[in-house]
């Protein structure tokens, strides 16, 4: 078995041999990488809380949050920090160690709700969770801030490659989410950044979207990997349900070039059975989102997501787990 080696320096041949694999091989390769970077046993448990819904002024093609379509989201302001530590605890208790915040802002301003946003982040950082959010775009300066308060994570998602992005999003740029990403990176906060399969996108398109990913200076520390969530009301509510193996053979290359990074089986898992979970696990995925929302739309429950762990022998990953300095091969 060949050691993994990290590198920057992917070319679009390259992912795309690796993404056109035949299937079986593809996932035998990405648990190989899986079993000789990580503890396979081992994932991340997080739970998502929509802090701030609806009234987006964006016109992400798959959002319900967008103000300008008509998906029955009921809007509501910034929850009180109470609200929002109260659920912070209820997820600690049943076994979540990262807590991640979305507010439905186009970007962070410097204005009393994002101070009460400090505030919250403050409040689950002495909780003894890693402490997310996902807020828009942020400047260097608002990154910091953030940092100052104990921000472990920020996430901010690409959703597809830079040639297909203006399809689906035409009020903030491809290279707006990059500026944002870098100013996270300066600010020393874990980058938390993957995308969406299932927008009408190419092969060409999701292999470019890694491509962008893979080649970062730094990898992303989590690249959650979504199927689109069909929601009515939004443009993309007549999508087909994106194809499970697909799934599996993103997991699985994203698992291959960015070996270090926690690979999150995010949207769509609520329409997964265990044994097709269990098969994204094999290829990779080390990360899921717990409780019965993710922001607005339905996800699988504590309770079933501790079902599956005893059923498949997975536990928890610890916060806070030291994560080992980039090295161009691991033994």
Known sequence: MQDVQIRHDWSIEEIKEIYNTPLLELVFRAASVHRQTQDTAEVQVCTLLSIKTGGCSEDCAYCPQAARYNTDIKVHGLMKKEEVLAYAQKAKDAGSTRFCMGAAWREVRDNRDFDRVLDM????????????????????????????????????????SSEYYESIITTRTYDDRLRTLDNVRKAGVSVCCGGI?????????????????????????????????????????????????????????????IPKAMVRLSAGRAEMSISEQALCFMAGANSIFTGEKLLTTSNPSFEEDHMMFELLGLKPREAFKDQPVETETLN
């Not at 999701?206 to 990913?213: A, N, P, S, V």
Request: proline letters at 5%; a negative charge; aromatic letters at 4%.
């Open 197 to 257: 399969i299932g927008l009408g996108e190419s092969h060409e398109d999701r292999i470019g979207m890694l491509h962008t990913l893979s080649n970062m200076p730094t990898h992303p520390d989590s690249v959650p990997i979504n199927a689109l969530t069909r929601v009515k009301g939004t443009p993309l509510e007549h999508m087909p349900k994106v194809a499970f193996w697909d799934m599996v053979r993103m997991i699985a290359t994203t698992r291959i070039v």
């Open 121 to 160: 982040v403050k409040g689950v950082n002495e909780l003894g969770m890693e402490v997310c959010t996902t807020l828009g775009m942020l400047t260097e300066e608002q990154a910091q801030k953030l940092a100052d308060a104990g921000l472990y994570a920020y996430n901010h998602n690409l959703d597809t």
